[in-house]
């Protein structure tokens, strides 16, 4: 059974530049939460959808926008990117917003030069 | 600034011996608390969790110990071995909401041989 899945893996973009990671949440999972981890810091939540909503949003910029798709992946997308956004981004899944079976997968690290 | 701290960034500890990993959290209203494990190149992997009504829970070779009046928990990991280095999070949420945990800093596990 594949747990949660990101892509890419990896990822080296211009500062201006705009992205889109993706994440397709374990099997039986409705609900994705996104997290950024900079280096050496906890993860921070940036946002969770559910029902193809978004649901609750962390202290981020409007420039993190965000989608879910009736399969229930989701995307991430992050504008005019600055420096200071690379860093590793976490997508988590879970059956609605239960504690029990909280997933993460293993990442995008994004890097912005 | 963040809710959840960590007293100590480093922690070195030879095979064999018994680890300590502390946390200091702020949030009164917090009522659930979980240690994540994260190995390099991987997401927050859940270890053991406890709830605010008990004040100790043990796992395979871990145990969590949770002191409401002062706001600390900590984890013990018995026999540590090389696989038991990584970086260990404790996270904090608020029932009856979303789970949407809140990290700390982390603490870095490091086990010699």
């Known amino acids: 059974d594949a747990g949660v899945t990101q892509s890419p893996t990896h990822l080296i973009k211009t500062r201006g530049q705009q992205v889109t990671l993706r994440c397709s949440p374990k099997?039986?999972?409705?609900?994705v939460s996104w997290y950024q981890q900079a280096l050496g810091q906890g993860p921070q939540f940036i946002f969770q959808y559910y029902e193809e909503e978004e649901r609750q949003r962390g202290n981020f910029p409007d420039r993190f926008s965000g989608h879910q798709f009736p399969n229930y992946s989701s995307e991430l997308n992050v504008n005019a990117l600055l420096l200071g956004d690379s860093a590793l981004y976490l997508c988590a899944s879970s059956f609605q917003d239960r504690d029990y079976g909280y997933t993460f997968g293993s990442g995008t690290r994004l890097t912005v030069v | 600034g963040e809710s959840v701290g960590l007293h100590l960034p480093t922690l070195s500890v030879q095979e064999g011996d018994n680890s300590i990993i502390n946390c200091a959290y702020s949030?009164?209203?917090?009522?659930?608390f979980i240690w994540y494990k994260q190995e390099s190149g991987k997401g927050p992997q859940f270890i053991i969790d406890?709830?605010?009504?008990?004040d100790k829970r043990q796992g395979q070779r871990v145990t969590v110990l949770l002191n409401k009046t002062v706001k600390h928990l900590s984890l013990q990991i018995a026999a540590t071995q090389p696989g038991d280095s990584a970086v260990y999070f404790c996270?904090?949420?608020?029932?009856?909401?979303?789970?949407?945990?809140?990290f700390g800093r982390g603490t870095s596990l490091i086990v010699h041989p």
């Open positions: 949030n009164s209203a917090s009522d659930y």
């Open positions: 996270a904090e949420n608020v029932s009856g909401g979303s789970y949407i945990p809140t």
């Open positions: 406890i709830r605010s009504n008990m």
């Open positions: 099997s039986g999972h409705d609900t």
